[in-house]
């Protein structure tokens, strides 16, 4: 059974930094790639960042390009969202999403990573609030 559970969240000023950990279970990162998603409150849920299995390569999304990091650490079955210069517009539920992805072509999809019907499984989330 695919379970994530994240961690990390907190209430933190803005130009702070925040590393966010996606604890993983059931599955073999090997296999699967791996997504934050963030939701603000009355907006819908928008993409932040995609970590493919095949060749670890990365995608975000604009708004974080240059401060926010995805990594993993696969022997702790461990997904991390580093997040520096943290803005108050960077407030949100984060939310990681694993797909299988047991083929070679890139995991992150550049047409789809950014949907979330393109993750079948996800976390409930952990809060992030950027406020002076």
């Known amino acids: 059974q695919v379970q994530l559970v994240e961690s990390g969240g907190a209430l933190v000023q803005p130009g702070s930094s925040l590393r966010l950990s996606c604890a993983t279970s059931?599955?073999?990162?090997?296999?699967?790639?791996i997504g934050w998603f963030r939701q603000a409150p009355g907006k819908e849920r928008e993409a932040v960042s995609c970590?493919?299995?095949?060749?670890?390569?990365?995608r975000y999304v604009d708004s974080v390009k240059g401060r926010f990091t995805i990594s993993k650490d696969g022997a702790k079955k461990m997904v991390y969202l580093q997040m520096n210069s943290l803005k108050p517009e960077d407030t949100a539920v984060y939310s990681c999403?694993?797909?299988?992805?047991?083929?070679?072509?890139?995991?992150?999809?550049?047409?789809?990573?950014?949907?979330?019907?393109?993750?079948?499984?996800w976390g409930q989330g952990t809060q992030v609030t950027v406020s002076a």
């Open positions: 970590l493919s299995n095949t060749d670890n390569s990365t």
């Open positions: 999403a694993a797909k299988a992805n047991p083929f070679t072509v890139e995991g992150c999809s550049p047409n789809y990573w950014t949907r979330t019907w393109f993750f079948t499984s």
């Open positions: 059931g599955f073999n990162l090997d296999y699967y790639t």
